[in-house]
């Protein structure tokens, strides 16, 4: 229960669990040398840059919300709420995406029948995620394929940045499609990157998160 005691500049909370700043760098869940196309430096530099760029910004933010004087003008605590949904998206998005790289690349399990039962073919669904990376191409951006418990179905989704996506939705597989994810390697040629995505997916991380969907929805 909140102190309604306390003094009015005092701070929002410092000491409460969702200030505490505990997030972590996980690394990377395979060895950035031995993926087909994606470069280790590449790799180790979206990983140590970006991603963990957004963590420690995450915990900077959740210390700088604790810290906030309860008299704090609103605009002042939104504008932190904002960076905050961005880092901590960011961190999420780019742990499913690492998450799901270090694989042969070939579909299998699970997620077939749904790809295929919510788009006709696997085919159709690769076009569909492919064409949508290209359209974001040069830009900023994530491809989500999403689990939705609202109709138990799968579906690609566009994101222009950190702060769209599904409402009740369980990413299965994510794309980064923002310029440095590819821009190393490639410069400004995302099919070529998109190519080496495919390339090196992990369908067995993308099918227990097929698992983890359907047994959150029941």
């Given at each position: 229960m909140a102190d309604t005691n306390a003094p009015t500049g005092a701070p929002i909370g410092a000491a409460a669990p969702a200030y505490g700043a505990a997030h972590e760098v996980k690394p990377l869940p395979f060895d950035p040398a031995k993926l087909k196309g994606l470069s280790e430096k590449l790799l180790t530099s979206h990983h140590d840059n970006n991603y963990a760029g957004a963590v420690k910004r995450l915990n900077l933010i959740e210390q700088q919300l604790g810290q906030m004087p309860k008299d704090a003008a609103?605009?002042?605590?939104?504008a932190l709420k904002r960076e905050e949904l961005i880092a901590t998206n960011s961190m999420i998005l780019?742990?499913?995406y690492f998450g799901n790289l270090g694989g042969d690349g070939k579909a299998s399990g699970p997620i077939v029948p749904l790809l295929t039962g919510a788009y006709g073919s696997l085919a159709t669904w690769?076009?569909?995620?492919?064409?949508?990376g290209l359209?974001?191409?040069?830009?900023?951006?994530?491809?989500?394929?999403s689990y939705s418990p609202h109709d138990r179905a799968v579906h690609?989704?566009?994101?222009?940045d950190h702060t769209q996506n599904l409402a009740w939705g369980m990413p299965l597989l994510v794309m980064d499609m923002y310029e440095h994810a590819y821009a190393i390697d490639y410069g400004a040629n995302a099919k070529a990157y998109i190519d080496a995505f495919f390339a090196?997916?992990?369908w067995d991380a993308v099918n227990q998160r097929v698992g983890?969907?359907?047994?959150?929805?029941a």
């Open positions: 609103p605009y002042q605590l939104g780019h742990e499913f690769e076009q569909e995620v492919r064409q949508t359209s974001l191409g040069g830009g900023s951006g994530w491809v989500i394929v690609t989704y566009w994101a222009g090196n997916l992990n983890q969907a359907r047994a959150g929805a």
